[in-house]
């Protein structure tokens, strides 16, 4: 089974960028990032199909998250800049589902926490 390990979490000041590591111990075909705030339910932030490159961005995050992966080690980024309070929260990669659909991913991360301040 696939393992996942995050980091590069941390607190940033508004307008300032993260850049978040998914480390993937062997080939999956998608990799996508979720987030949790406190108190509200996960959503998807974005995901990336390892056969072509082809990546989904949520709305919310469209024009300010770059996500990508490096072929040598499977390792998945979250590049994101212009960060807003609202995109604090615990932040995980997940394998194998299908688009931003949570429910159709099986293996988790343990999670990196981001903290914008305004």
């Known amino acids: 089974q696939v393992q996942l390990v995050e980091s590069g979490g941390g607190s940033v000041q508004a307008g300032g960028s993260l850049t978040l590591s998914c480390a993937v111990s062997?080939?999956?075909?998608?990799i996508a990032w979720f987030r949790q705030a406190s108190g509200k339910e996960r959503e998807g932030v974005a995901c990336?199909?390892?056969?072509?490159?082809?990546?989904l961005y949520a709305d919310a995050v469209k024009g300010r998250f770059t996500i990508s992966r490096r072929l040598a080690d499977n390792t998945v980024f979250l590049r994101m800049n212009s960060l807003k309070p609202e995109d604090s929260g615990m932040y995980y990669c997940?394998?194998?589902?299908?688009?931003?659909?949570?429910?159709?991913?099986?293996?988790w991360g343990q999670g990196t926490q981001v903290t914008v301040s305004s």
């Open positions: 997940a394998a194998g589902g299908s688009q931003l659909w949570s429910e159709t991913y099986g293996t």
């Open positions: 062997r080939y999956t075909y998608s």
């Open positions: 990336i199909w390892t056969t072509n490159s082809y990546t």
